[in-house]
């Protein structure tokens, strides 16, 4: 039996949003949804967060969230680098959005390395964008907010 791409993400989601460890390989940071983020980011008077973009630079020129800042791809050491740099001079309770979007996020080769550091280096407030499919369906496709280029 083949199930569809809603049925497949639906088991590693679920999970997820209930807040149960069902899925080891993505329990590092809790997940913040696509919605949730751009209501936090039409309201200027809540606590905006530091949104970094962890993928591949081509799909960062191409759309990105707007006010993010592209570092690397987690799953590279120079980005994993740069990400540590950006990171150090931040109090521990900064609130960050981690995000790629390359791929579905339980798939994801550059999300993990990135949580796994910013784990480490003892943020409290960091979260990753819960992008089931990729940035293009669960965000591009919905109308929120993007910017091209740099």
């Not at 679920?14 to 080891?24: D, F, I, N, Q």
């Not at 707007?66 to 990171?87: F, M, N, Q, V, W």
């Amino acid at each position: 039996m083949q199930l569809t791409r809603r049925e497949v993400a639906s088991l590693f989601v679920l999970p997820l949003v209930a807040g149960r460890s069902g899925v080891s390989a993505r329990a590092a940071l809790p997940t913040i949804s696509p919605a949730d983020l751009v209501a936090i980011l039409k309201k200027p008077s809540s606590p905006q967060p530091i949104i970094i973009q962890v993928g591949f630079k081509s799909l960062f020129d191409q759309s990105h969230i707007p006010g993010s800042e592209y570092i690397g791809p987690g799953a590279d050491g120079t980005g994993l680098g740069l990400l540590r740099k950006r990171l150090a001079s931040l109090k521990k309770d900064t609130f960050i959005v981690l995000y790629c979007g390359c791929c579905p996020l339980d798939h994801c080769p550059n999300v993990k390395p990135a949580e796994q550091l910013v784990t480490s280096m003892g943020f409290t407030n960091a979260r990753m964008l819960l992008l089931p499919e990729n940035f293009g369906v669960d965000w591009v496709a919905k109308g929120y907010p993007t910017q091209k280029g740099k």
